[in-house]
């Protein structure tokens, strides 16, 4: 049962993101997702999208209580205790604002022994913050490259990896595709996304059909 002031914590995610926990919001209320759906990024096939619009309906009141209270300073206490050594934000949903983002930024400084790892394509708010906040030694900036087929090398300001998808299974580049759990392509058999010091700042993983 949803407690008013608690963020739900997704604690079964499926597909690669099996074993992660993650803290995912409601796409299909999320203004900038709305924009983007409607264009020929990666975002006009959003996985979430048709999810939460169709088999995960049971979803959609869960993320959307998430939304209701990260769009809003949350306080310390109301935040969640981790226990788990690596944590998701965003699996489904987008940052909503700089509300969203600072507390994100509060869960990991609650949660220094948890990485806490940031999926976003919103520049906007990523350079607000860093404008304003010194980003946590546990907190993971990736930017999302809403283009198909045009891999960005290196990630943009305010961010620390990039995430690119390509729609070619032949793809040299692709280096994505066992669960994130398992995922040791970093440098010391290292997790490329939920390690900072990985040595891999370039993800590609092959588009989902």
Not at 23 to 36: A, G, Y
Not at 76 to 85: A, S
Not at 128 to 145: A, G, L, R, V
Not at 176 to 183: E, F, H, L, M, V
């Amino acid at each position: 049962m949803l407690q008013p002031n608690k963020l739900h914590i997704s604690t079964k995610m499926s597909g690669k993101m099996l074993g992660i926990h993650a803290l995912n919001t409601n796409t299909l209320s999320n203004v900038f997702c709305r924009h983007m759906n409607q264009t020929s990024t990666i975002c006009g096939d959003c996985y979430s999208y048709r999810m939460l619009d169709t088999y995960r309906q049971n979803c959609t009141d869960l993320f959307q209580h998430n939304s209701d209270l990260l769009k809003h300073l949350m306080k310390w206490d109301d935040l969640p205790r981790l226990y788990t050594v690596d944590f998701r934000i965003n699996a489904h949903g987008e940052l909503i604002n700089l509300n969203h983002l600072i507390n994100v930024h509060n869960i990991a400084s609650k949660n220094p022994d948890t990485v806490v790892t940031l999926w976003s394509k919103r520049r906007d708010i990523i350079n607000k913050y860093q404008q304003q906040y010194t980003q946590p030694e546990n907190q993971i900036h990736i930017f999302s490259n809403p283009a198909v087929d045009s891999i960005m090398e290196s990630p943009p300001v305010g961010f620390d990896k990039v995430f690119n998808v390509v729609s070619d299974g032949t793809n040299p580049r692709i280096n994505c595709g066992s669960r994130c759990r398992d995922c040791t392509i970093g440098k010391n058999n290292k997790s490329a996304c939920y390690t900072l010091d990985s040595g891999v700042d370039c993800i590609v993983e092959l588009r989902k059909s």
